[in-house]
């Protein structure tokens, strides 16, 4: 299983039957997928929608139901639409019960890094669109990211190094080793990979962490949870 | 008086440095063809505003108008999806002044609802910061941001009628409702224009005594196959079985 | 004819055909009825609708359709509907062209006081209502009134006395007597009543002002004008 | 998880000293059932947010929690129209705290948007300004106000499923959409308790995430023949000839 499915399976297992949900770009889309039983979930898509549905057929879409990335979907039973003042509204109004979120970088202060590539300013960021809405709005903020980057440089860093999107906003960060809360502005690790023992994720963490008296093996929606 | 007008005679108002609301989101809700009408007219030194930029794969919605180098500048919250943007911004011909997507809506309606500003907390502790007054609350920190108005607006409906009433359809009202009330001249391009009267009241999304112009767009017929074509030729669509 | 309809009818010469407007309660919802042929508007009702038409018949009210005095009306085609935000984001953004208020007093510097009986704190006022969003948010704001109160007084003053409304926010004073422009914080008067003399009108006016030079008789709808 | 609650369910929330929106606009769009069940449950010492007060002429919407003394504090626009308010008032036992009515919208809107505040014109110069921090944005002078919440809201709605989406029909929507969003325990009374999915999603006013409970009021026949029956014992209605 590859890290993003891991971590898709992990972070299906902060939703709870009925939540309003809002899912980032990239991993967090797959989240659905790996629901477990007995747990649906309202999805909101930011640009005016709660209730979004599957991807319509060729030929089928409506010109006028697409997503956040403006794609076409379809609305469930139950949906409704508003416009991006209400949409925005109900993100920073903190309706929204759970949001989780790619990182970039994420840090032991909570802060999370998820729009600019660096922080200079000739850097082309593609801008933050909605990210730094839902860090502030989201009453959960779930950050979901691989530990490590390609060169093996930990993600989950004592200090982001790129522009924050937010200060102390992240509750959960799930890489595809481990599981830390956050909590008073400090990380414990609550779940770690049953093949790596806490030392081998200290030495892949640059962050500083304390571990949970309750620690458990890391678990994955549809495979042991 | 109706306000029932041609593409031609809405577009003819715009000059060179002008401020423009576009509505939409990635395309949809977007005023396709008064888009392609401006980029037929030439204007050029255009400030853009609009929520997020174009369809991503380039091609389609506000595309045209940095291919062509009309935008001297873009206020939005994104502009990753847009190649011809990306392009125009690369080769230092594009100035971009970024707000996160909510502070960017939250700043458009204030300029519409009459109010000097919102303090959000969107934003603190992040470059959004910069140049902006802090202010605290109930031991909060906000910042102050500041109404976001154009002379011009160019939205989507689905209906309109001679006074301008528009009925929105589905999320295509997106940013729509929200520049229309924010602008001295609105523009509706709908779908199908209708007599007065023809609109449920409750059905109106943006009264119209926020409307100057109502102009035909695609047919809905029309509407429908432009994005179905459209989303198929980016493969957006699921294959039948 | 009685002041009011005087008021109302010259009132109604301050509208311009496809206007939109708000008319306050009293002496303004009269003045619909003297509207100059040619003229129609749109009639704004703060609760939230635009296109305000007649009274209902008994039994035929729509329970959801009332006017800002919980009234019952109807909507004439074309109407629209929305929430209080949006009603007053309207008047408050400058969406309105003319607002049509009834004044207890004005003064020359455009200040308005129509909402508290006094500015003592235990005067039991009603409440402001929508009266200091519409005087603040109007393109024109023109403030109707009868010239002096029952005792003789000047209701046109150099400075209001109650609590007021609005700061240099009235564009027009219409008495039964006089009508007055605010401009740069002084009164001009522009038209009087045709009995009257120019030092009639100063003798029972408090207020300062200035004499248009083109000057006119007092104009109403459907009788001069 | 069915939203669908019985009114006793709901009141039985309640508590004295408890904070309460009030939807509706001098009764038209009122939760009258709801009111009525807190009239009957006897809770005490209430703080109402209400955009104005109840019907002229009294003995109708709100006005029986007055003639009870259930309330201590009422956050308003408006209190001329209610003559057992004013009674509560006049004797000393009412506290009132009045706001512009658009400035009690924003309010009330600022605080379901999560905004720390907003910045108006409305009120500068006057009374309203005593106690509030006066900024001056490009010149001009504004006041900040700030959000206005409450634990329990009590809305009318048209429809409402059981996943809380509520439809809205006419100026009943008034104050109702804004302060469904700005409590922790929003009640929603409808004529009509529909299926999941029988609510176009154009038409939902008020999307289920702000809503906790939706509770069956006069069903949309009786609810006519309550207004129509109000209306002609105020002689509002016109007389047929």
């Given amino acids: 299983m590859d890290a993003r499915e891991i971590i898709a399976r992990r972070a299906a297992l902060e939703l709870n039957d009925g939540e309003f949900v809002n899912l980032g770009f990239g991993m967090p889309t797959a989240v659905p997928n790996y629901l477990p039983k007995g747990?649906?979930?309202?999805?909101?898509?930011?640009?005016?929608?709660?209730?979004?549905?599957?991807?319509?057929?060729?030929?089928?879409?409506?010109?006028?139901?697409?997503?956040?990335?403006?794609?076409?979907?379809?609305?469930?039973?139950?949906?409704?639409?508003?416009?991006?003042?209400?949409?925005?509204?109900?993100?920073?109004?903190?309706?929204?019960?759970?949001?989780?979120?790619?990182?970039?970088?994420?840090?032991?202060?909570?802060?999370?890094?998820?729009?600019?590539?660096?922080?200079?300013?000739?850097?082309?960021?593609?801008?933050?669109?909605?990210?730094?809405?839902?860090?502030?709005?989201?009453?959960?903020?779930?950050?979901?990211?691989?530990?490590?980057?390609?060169?093996?440089?930990?993600?989950?860093l004592k200090k982001c190094k790129l522009a924050v999107t937010g200060r102390g906003v992240v509750n959960v960060i799930i890489t595809e080793k481990a599981v830390f809360h956050v909590v008073n502005g400090g990380l414990i690790l609550v779940e770690k990979d049953q093949a790596l023992s806490v030392e081998d994720i200290k030495s892949c963490t640059e962050a500083s962490f304390s571990v949970s008296p309750d620690l458990k093996d890391y678990r994955m929606s549809g495979i042991n949870a | 008086m109706s306000k029932v007008k041609t593409i031609e005679e809405v577009v003819a108002k715009l000059h060179d440095g002008a401020t423009v609301f576009l509505g939409g989101f990635l395309g949809v809700g977007a005023p396709l063809k008064c888009i392609d009408a401006i980029a037929a007219s030439g204007v050029k030194d255009l400030t853009l505003m609009s929520e997020v930029s174009g369809m991503p794969g380039g091609g389609f919605d506000m595309a045209i108008l940095f291919k062509n180098r009309q935008v001297k500048k873009i206020i939005t919250s994104h502009i990753g999806t847009c190649p011809e943007l990306l392009e125009e911004y690369k080769n230092g011909r594009l100035e971009v002044e970024l707000y996160p997507m909510g502070t960017w809506a939250e700043k458009v309606r204030a300029a519409g609802a009459g109010l000097g500003g919102v303090l959000t907390p969107t934003g603190v502790g992040t470059l959004v910061e910069e140049g902006k007054q802090k202010l605290t609350i109930n031991g909060k920190e906000y910042l102050l941001e500041l109404p976001l108005s154009a002379e011009f607006a160019f939205i989507k409906g689905y209906r309109g009628d001679k006074i301008g009433n528009v009925q929105y359809r589905g999320v295509s009202i997106n940013s729509n409702k929200i520049v229309a009330a924010a602008a001295q001249y609105t523009v509706a391009e709908v779908n199908e224009i209708t007599d007065v009267g023809d609109i449920d009241p409750n059905l109106v999304g943006t009264p119209g005594i926020y409307v100057q112009a109502v102009v035909q767009g695609y047919t809905f017929d029309e509407h429908k196959e432009v994005f179905n074509t459209r989303w198929e030729s980016i493969n957006a669509l699921k294959k039948k079985k």
Same sequence: chains 1, 3.
């Fill in chain 1, 39 to 156: 747990v649906s979930v309202v999805l909101q898509s930011e640009n005016g929608c709660l209730m979004m549905g599957p991807t319509p057929y060729v030929n089928e879409g409506d010109p006028d139901v697409a997503n956040a990335g403006g794609q076409p979907i379809t609305l469930l039973p139950g949906g409704s639409i508003f416009d991006l003042c209400e949409s925005f509204a109900i993100i920073r109004g903190g309706h929204v019960n759970t949001a989780i979120l790619g990182g970039l970088e994420v840090d032991q202060e909570g802060n999370i890094a998820n729009w600019a590539k660096n922080a200079a300013k000739n850097d082309f960021s593609p801008g933050m669109g909605g990210a730094m809405d839902l860090v502030r709005g989201a009453q959960k903020i779930v950050c979901t990211l691989q530990h490590n980057d390609k060169t093996g440089e930990s993600k989950v």
